[in-house]
């Protein structure tokens, strides 16, 4: 996914807040060097918590694709494949994120929209 960098968060020094296709977001940087405002990234993002199918809502309103929200991202996309360990395959624009969840899914839930909340999140520039 690429992403560019707006700035690094003062009170984690690691934080870094970003634009992407679709909206804004905030991560922890996990690459060399030192973040520069304005350059654009090709990343990897990695989701480091389990979100439980209650916290997940169906079919939400159209809205923002990534958002920050109390130092959170909310990620609203199609679901692109849901597989039995419960690992969440997100679409949003041309990004993907995969996500551990917990608990049942609705059925039906691949190739509909949904909307979700996380806070552990982490980027990586993949070098591309």
Known sequence: ?????LESVIQDGDRVLFTAEGGRGIASWRGDGAQV???AVDVE????EEIDWSEIVVDPQPGTIVDVLDQAMVFRG???DLDKDGVLTLRFG???VL??????A?????????SLTV???EIYPTGV
Do not use: F, K, N, Q
């Open 94 to 96: 041309s990004g993907i």
């Open 37 to 39: 405002a304005g350059v």
């Open 106 to 114: 609705p059925l039906g839930v691949v190739g509909r929209d949904v």
């Open 78 to 80: 199609v679901v692109e």
């Open 119 to 121: 806070r552990d999140i």
């Open 99 to 104: 996500v551990d969840t917990t608990g049942e």
């Open 45 to 48: 993002v990695e989701v480091h």
């Open 1 to 5: 996914m690429r992403v560019v960098l």
